[in-house]
């Protein structure tokens, strides 16, 4: 049974992520389709947690965002195979990509998604509002009060952690 502190900690936690991780799931899924009731499951799943415990709770708040959104693919992946017929389904398709390859994409994605969330705080602000907000360089700067070498800085460092992990697993 949660305390009350707990209760608390986690309305404030609420209040603070709900928007950013309603836009997050607006943007990853269809039409925002479900968006809110992942948000829930998000929280849900927080809930389960000591948060006194966590030190980056932004950091494992979208972790636990990025396996709610693995968990719902898998789950609308498996209801694919069962609608189609065995003799509709084809262990590869036109394009090249058999399960073994999606298998080693999501990895290597969720790999990127933990290397990220080691990078200092503004460093991955940087590269999460250009490479997933789509923001120019010089606005990200200006958000942020930065100079634009600075920005530019951030970004490679930024490329170039997540390229060392990534090799680090190929």
Do not use: C, W
């Not at 986690?10 to 209040?15: D, F, K, M, R, S």
């Not at 509002?129 to 634009?148: C, T």
């Amino acid at each position: 049974m949660p305390s009350a502190v707990q209760h608390l900690r986690l309305e404030a936690v609420a209040v603070e992520f709900r928007g950013p991780l309603l836009r997050f799931f607006q943007r990853r899924t269809p039409a925002g389709e479900e968006a809110e009731d992942l948000v829930q499951e998000v929280f849900s799943r927080l809930a389960r947690q000591d948060l006194a415990a966590i030190e980056n709770i932004q950091g494992y708040i979208f972790r636990i965002a990025a396996n709610v959104l693995r968990d719902r693919a898998r789950r609308a992946g498996v209801r694919a195979i069962l609608v189609h017929s065995p003799e509709d389904f084809d262990i590869e398709d036109e394009s090249g990509f058999t399960p073994e390859r999606i298998l080693q994409g999501q990895e290597a994605l969720q790999i990127m998604v933990s290397a990220l969330y080691e990078l200092p705080e503004t460093v991955r602000m940087v590269f999460s509002q250009y490479h997933f907000d789509g923001v120019a360089q010089v606005d990200i700067s200006r958000r942020l009060g930065l100079s634009l070498s600075t920005v530019e800085k951030h970004m490679a460092k930024a490329n170039r952690h997540l390229l060392r992990r990534l090799r680090e697993v190929i």
